[in-house]
């Protein structure tokens, strides 16, 4: 049974920062992709970072130099290191993995994301920046 629980989300002031957790379970092949989305209110998702089984990590341009993606084989975590945080930060934050490689199918701004479309993905939670 895959799952995925996100954790981390809060409130903070413009320049803070927040560190989100994905304990992922369940899967059981070692080739696969886990990542990071984010949705604000009347936006679309758009995928933020991700991170290959073998440690390869990709990021939204917008994001880059502020959020950091990174993983703990050991307990199973995935996390969003996120730094100097901007009220357009606010959204409800999702982490998903796949079993597909992250460079598959399409990209959004430069960032591989369809391979989240037939994956697995958390409840989100929400990160609020004023």
């Known amino acids: 049974h895959v799952q995925l629980v996100e954790s981390g989300g809060g409130s903070v002031q413009a320049g803070g920062s927040l560190r989100l957790s994905c304990v992922v379970s369940?899967?059981?092949?070692?080739?696969?992709?886990i990542g990071w989305f984010r949705q604000a209110p009347g936006k679309e998702r758009e995928g933020l970072a991700n991170i290959d089984s073998d440690g390869t990590t990709s990021y939204l341009d917008s994001v880059k130099g502020r959020f950091t993606i990174s993983k703990d084989n050991a307990k199973n975590t995935l996390y969003l290191q996120m730094n100097n945080l901007k009220p357009e930060d606010t959204a409800m934050y999702y982490c998903a993995a796949s079993y597909i490689l992250c460079q598959a199918g399409r990209q959004e701004r430069g960032l591989w994301v369809g391979w989240a479309d037939t994956g697995d993905w958390g409840q989100g939670t929400q990160v609020t920046v004023s």
């Open positions: 369940g899967y059981t092949k070692a080739r696969h992709c």
